[in-house]
């Protein structure tokens, strides 16, 4: 078995390319099959030399050396850390299910209550491995018992000082197969279904942190602008100056007067791109205008999926229609902010057919952003699910990994806010409705 040199694992607990693509530790498989040989030396040690059993011990022992052999060669030729691809783990595993029903040939077969042992590489593969692999391991499980159940050995034992042959009635033989096959097929459906659950959401935080890592690495490289604007301006306000002297002083004839021209066109230039720098926003939460009305916070989260044919409509008023009470309240333009907005928004203008509506209003307990869109709505078998990831949510979506609602509602789950899914009138066709809501103490 080729198996692949360690990579290390992302500084910032985001899984790399490799690990997603080789996603079983060989260490882990490895301590596995330590236990496994372990257990197996312990009981045919146990059940020949207490029990009384007359196996045939040099074999069986033979057999168990051959995992002893391997795991020896892969821990000497690999390191602890490397990873293995899912054909290669599914290998290691099918190694593991040979040769336990080898072990169980010569120890009277399914007659051997530890037949039940040989779930036990089934129900790893279904944790780890793709459900191809787990499949194909779990047809190989099934024709081991099977095979098993009608051919093996016989299991001598002895009683009363005499041997004899330890056997089962066939039909209750039968039933341990069919048990057993039962259990097979049920702990491998079991165990990779939540198994793959829990991959789903790994995957699916993982794309939400590269989101805000994105985000935020925006969010730095506009404050490094703002910086860099500001240190420059004032040697640019020199060259200015001087430029504007040795206009003054070199005749309009001269040779050099188109050249001085050009310097102050240039450097006027200069200063209007330091201007647009400095006016970068900037989410980073501790720059003088980090935090900003409601309606300004909306409006730039939307701007960079802003459609011509979609028209953004911002109300400031409750649900009777009433203009809200106090202030508007001033909201952090953070990374996490601005992303989940961004999304939800985004959202909603690529369902809109015309427009797109967002009310806010607020009182002394809460804020709330209601975004409505006249596009086709959400799927009403769809709306208990929605902010899981992994979900096409909205009628007629192709092409898209549904993780747009679950990395904003995850986002903004951080800075305190819950969100909700329906459809204007009840159903798809009228329009989606998405309410954000915080705690007006959490915005403080």
Avoid at 293 to 313: F, G, K
Wanted: aromatic fraction near 6%.
């Amino acid at each position: 078995m080729s198996l692949p040199s360690a990579a290390p694992a992302s500084p910032d607990g985001i899984l790399t390319p490799y690990e997603l693509t080789h996603p079983v530790r060989l260490h882990t498989l490895v301590l596995l099959r330590w236990v496994a040989v372990i257990g197996q030396g312990g009981t045919l040690l146990a059940t020949h030399l207490w029990l009384g059993f007359d196996l045939p011990m040099a074999l069986a022992l033979g057999i168990v050396g051959l995992s002893v052999l391997l795991n020896l060669s892969v821990s000497l030729r690999r390191p602890s850390t490397a990873r293995l691809t899912d054909r290669e783990a599914a290998l290691f595993l099918g190694f593991d299910i040979l040769q336990l029903s080898v072990l169980l040939f010569i120890t009277g077969g399914l007659t051997n209550p530890f037949s039940l042992l040989i779930l036990a590489p089934v129900t790893v593969a279904a944790t780890i491995l793709s459900a191809r692999s787990t499949i194909g391991l779990c047809v190989f499980s099934l024709a081991c018992l099977s095979l098993l159940a009608f051919f093996h050995l016989p299991l001598p034992s002895a009683i009363g000082g005499s041997q004899t042959l330890f056997d089962l009635p066939p039909t209750y033989v039968l039933g341990i197969w069919a048990g057993l096959w039962i259990s097979t097929i049920f702990m491998a459906t079991f165990g990779w279904l939540v198994a793959e659950e829990a991959r789903r959401m790994r995957d699916a935080l993982a794309a939400t942190q590269m989101a805000l890592a994105r985000e935020q690495r925006v969010s730095a490289l506009g404050g490094l602008a703002a910086a860099a604007a500001h240190e420059l301006g004032s040697p640019l306000s020199t060259i200015a100056v001087i430029a504007k002297e040795l206009a003054r002083e070199v005749p309009t004839d001269s040779e050099i007067a188109e050249d001085v021209r050009l310097l102050q066109s240039e450097t006027e230039r200069c200063r209007l791109i330091l201007a647009r720098l400095a006016n970068q926003p900037d989410t980073s939460g501790h720059a003088p205008f980090a935090r900003q009305p409601l309606s300004a916070v909306i409006e730039e989260a939307a701007a960079p999926y802003a459609r011509d044919a979609i028209d953004l409509l911002i109300e400031r008023a409750d649900a009777e229609g009433n203009p809200p009470v106090g202030e508007e309240p001033m909201l952090p333009r953070t990374p996490e902010v601005m992303h989940g907005l961004g999304n939800l928004l985004q959202n909603a203008t690529q369902f809109a057919r015309s427009t797109v509506e967002v009310r806010i209003c607020w009182d002394e307990t809460s804020v709330l952003v209601e975004i409505h869109d006249d596009g086709p709505g959400f799927p009403p078998a769809m709306l208990p699910s929605l902010g899981e990831p992994f979900l096409s949510s909205r009628a007629g979506e192709q092409g898209h990994m549904g993780l747009g609602i679950f990395i904003a509602q995850t986002l903004l789950g951080r800075t305190g806010a819950t969100l909700g899914f329906t459809n204007l009138a009840g159903e798809a066709g009228s329009g989606a409705l998405i309410t954000v809501r915080w705690a007006a103490a959490s915005l403080r």
